[in-house]
């Protein structure tokens, strides 16, 4: 019953949350676009890898663990409210949780990458960051109508 009554809370902490994510998952492969292009060993090289580190451990992990937490919090809350956790075996709660284990996977994907620059050993050309820019928003359309269309 607590987190039934803290299911507003938890709502808003959980958009929040994942607002950050997302912020973080559009930006940081745009950062490797340029970083892709950019004379290794460079001042811009040395700047941009000090920039994806910030984004990457300062924001996208705790807002990615936020986002999960809230979100996991939700799915109790919603059991307990709805009276059992059978309401979890409906297509879109499945649907909704594959997809975000999809964007958790783009995400350590991201953070592969991230070792790579780090390590001066890119082997990825910018166009293909270019096309991996596109995957969290094509994920999100996806979550966000399944959220607010399918689930009541």
């Known amino acids: 019953m607590l987190l039934a009554a803290a299911y507003d809370w938890l709502r808003a902490l959980h958009i929040l949350s994942v607002i950050a994510w997302m912020a973080g998952l559009l930006y940081l492969p745009r950062l490797y ?13 040395r700047t941009v890898k000090d920039q994806e580190r910030r984004l990457l451990k300062l924001i996208m992990n705790p807002a990615m663990i936020a986002s999960w937490i809230f979100g996991l919090l939700l799915v109790w809350a919603n059991a307990e409210r709805a009276g059992g956790w059978s309401i979890f075996l409906d297509w879109a709660w499945i649907a909704k949780f594959v997809l975000i284990s999809v964007m958790t996977g783009v995400h350590h994907l991201y953070a592969i990458r991230f070792k790579h620059f780090q ?7 910018h166009r293909h960051y270019r096309i991996l820019n596109e995957v969290p928003f ?14 009541k």
Do not use: Q, R, S
């Open 33 to 45: 676009v340029y970083h892709a292009m950019a004379e290794p060993g460079g001042e811009f090289d």
């Open 119 to 125: 390590a001066g050993t890119n082997d990825w050309p």
């Open 138 to 151: 094509v994920l999100a359309i996806l979550i966000v109508l399944i959220a607010v269309v399918a689930l």
